[in-house]
């Protein structure tokens, strides 16, 4: 929070017309994320929730980058005394599941002022047979609470797993405890780590792209 505290205000402080630097990546990103990703799915109320868009991908891709870099490791060395395994906070069920709640609020309060309370309830289930009603709204509901299940455990899982990848290569060494398996392990671990760099990019955009559309749904009456 605090990195992008101090980061975005300088991304974003200049006003010439041709933006350089990081003011130009910053740019460009929110540009991307506005045009290609909020405005197919929230059309004319894409303004009013960007701002939440814009907040959500550089939150999670800043907790994702952030776990790519040695700090546990470089405190180890330091003091001798290891409190945590390293790795990003993505990586922990607690952070993706309270980023989870909170696109659930999102989602449902934002349904719920576009449309009233009481046309929200009403559009929760689309036009089916009376006697279907009670079933459709059933699994609505579940639905309701799956959506932001699956956001926690889609983002921890892919974060997770390819830590214990990394992990369980630099292991090797300790097994074999040879020289040439060090080099080949060490070699892997940079390749992957070019991998995780993707993944951190892409499970952001994942992640952003999913709270959009539930927005996207629940914002309008006609799905």
Same mark, same amino acid.
């Given at each position: 929070m605090?990195?992008?505290?101090?980061?975005?205000?300088l991304?974003t402080?200049?006003? #010439?017309?041709?933006p350089?630097?990081?003011?130009?990546?910053?740019?460009s990103?929110?540009?991307?994320l506005?045009?290609?990703?909020?405005?197919?799915?929230?059309?004319?109320?894409?303004?009013r929730?960007?701002?939440f868009? +814009?907040? !959500?991908?550089?939150?999670?891709?800043s907790?994702?980058?952030?776990?790519?870099?040695?700090?546990e490791?470089t405190? !180890?060395?330091?003091?001798?005394?290891?409190n945590?395994?390293g790795?990003?906070?993505?990586?922990?069920? +607690?952070?993706?599941?309270?980023? =989870?709640?909170?696109?659930?609020?999102?989602?449902?309060?934002?349904?719920? #002022?576009?449309?009233g309370? +009481?046309?929200y309830?009403?559009?929760?289930?689309?036009?089916?047979?009376w +006697?279907?009603?009670?079933?459709?709204?059933?699994?609505?509901?579940i639905?309701?609470?799956?959506?932001p299940f699956?956001?926690?455990?889609r983002?921890? =899982?892919?974060?997770?797993a390819?830590?214990?990848?990394l992990a369980?290569?630099l292991?090797?060494?300790?097994?074999?405890?040879s020289?040439?398996? =060090?080099?080949a392990?060490?070699?892997g671990?940079?390749?992957?780590?070019?991998?995780?760099?993707?993944i951190?990019?892409?499970?952001?955009?994942?992640f952003t792209?999913?709270s959009?559309?539930?927005?996207?749904l629940s914002?309008?009456?006609?799905h």
């Amino acid at each position: 929070m605090l990195l992008l505290l101090v980061s975005m205000p300088l991304a974003t402080r200049s006003r #010439k017309p041709v933006p350089r630097g990081l003011q130009n990546l910053v740019e460009s990103v929110c540009v991307f994320l506005r045009e290609q990703l909020a405005m197919p799915i929230l059309h004319e109320r894409t303004d009013r929730y960007i701002g939440f868009v +814009w907040t !959500v991908f550089f939150f999670v891709l800043s907790l994702n980058l952030l776990g790519m870099v040695p700090i546990e490791q470089t405190v !180890v060395l330091l003091t001798g005394k290891e409190n945590s395994p390293g790795g990003p906070a993505t990586a922990n069920i +607690w952070v993706t599941g309270a980023m =989870a709640i909170i696109a659930f609020f999102m989602t449902h309060i934002s349904g719920i #002022k576009e449309q009233g309370f +009481w046309h929200y309830i009403v559009n929760l289930a689309p036009p089916v047979p009376w +006697w279907l009603k009670p079933f459709i709204y059933l699994l609505e509901i579940i639905s309701s609470f799956v959506k932001p299940f699956t956001l926690a455990i889609r983002l921890f =899982a892919n974060m997770i797993a390819g830590h214990m990848v990394l992990a369980s290569l630099l292991g090797l060494i300790l097994i074999f405890k040879s020289y040439g398996v =060090a080099v080949a392990s060490v070699l892997g671990v940079v390749a992957l780590s070019f991998i995780e760099l993707l993944i951190a990019f892409l499970q952001a955009y994942v992640f952003t792209l999913l709270s959009t559309l539930y927005i996207g749904l629940s914002t309008a009456p006609e799905h």
